[in-house]
């Protein structure tokens, strides 16, 4: 099955600057990658996703990239602010061909931005 | 998101006790999972279900048991043989063969 490996476990940074979590995964046929935010006692919400035929996705301050060969992806925060504050998840999803679709999920970057 | 719940919020086992937990989604979504959460650890995927009165397991099943017996319903029953079930449970959906999985809101179980 998929591993995915999240770094690191925890980030702080200063409103304003940017934020990098990176993921990697062992199974090179994994062709969607999410990322899920968390907020404190709260359901995991996708922020943005890519597809393996993607380099690269941006919307507004959050942006993902991927890189097949290597097999590992990140996800960026630009001009952080305060409410960015939560854990973050990647995940990565195989082909399958049935109708479900099995997430396997990092083990998450709790981000603290400081005012 | 709001198409998706969960009860109850928080839910009480004592030693032993078989517990449910309920999970109901208004979306007409065919994919149902149960994943769950551990403090500091990512989500691990329990049971899921493509359709009705189907359901495959995932990672982490022993202990737990699940029913699709209507397509907007997808309880999981925590068992006695679950030693360690203290987590935060959640459930969620997804249209047939779409990736995008939404979530419902959690029920944090806790042992007596």
């Known amino acids: 099955g998929e591993n995915v490996e999240q770094h690191p476990s925890t980030l702080s940074v200063q409103e304003g600057d940017s934020a990098v979590i990176k993921c990697t995964y062992s199974?090179?046929?994994?062709?969607?990658f999410p990322w899920y935010k968390q907020e404190l006692g709260k359901r995991p919400q996708l922020i943005i996703d890519?597809?393996?035929?993607?380099g690269e996705k941006k919307d507004q301050r959050i942006a993902v990239t991927l890189n097949k060969t290597a097999k590992h992806f990140s996800l960026h925060i630009t001009e952080t602010q305060p409410e960015d504050s939560a854990v973050y998840f990647c995940?990565?999803?195989?082909?399958?061909?049935?109708?479900?679709?099995?997430?396997?999920f990092g083990s998450g970057t709790q981000l603290t931005v400081l005012p | 998101d709001g198409g998706i719940t969960q009860s109850p919020k928080y839910l009480f086992r004592k030693e032993g006790q078989n517990v449910t937990l309920s999970c109901e989604q208004n979306?007409?979504?065919?994919?149902m999972y149960w994943y769950r959460q551990d403090p500091g650890q990512g989500l691990r995927l329990i049971y899921y279900?493509?359709?009705?009165?189907?359901?495959q397991k995932g990672d982490i099943a022993e202990g737990y048991s699940v029913s699709r017996e209507k397509k907007e319903s997808f309880p999981l029953t925590v068992t006695s043989a679950q030693k360690n079930p203290t987590a935060f449970y959640l459930c969620?959906?997804?249209?047939?063969?779409?990736?995008?999985?939404?979530f419902g809101p959690g029920t944090r179980l806790l042992v007596l």
């Open positions: 969620a959906s997804s249209l047939a063969f779409q990736e995008t999985q939404y």
């Open positions: 995940a990565a999803i195989l082909p399958s061909s049935g109708s479900a679709r099995q997430l396997t």
């Open positions: 199974d090179s046929a994994s062709n969607y």
């Open positions: 279900s493509q359709i009705v009165n189907d359901f």
């Open positions: 890519i597809r393996s035929n993607v």
């Open positions: 979306l007409n979504h065919d994919a």
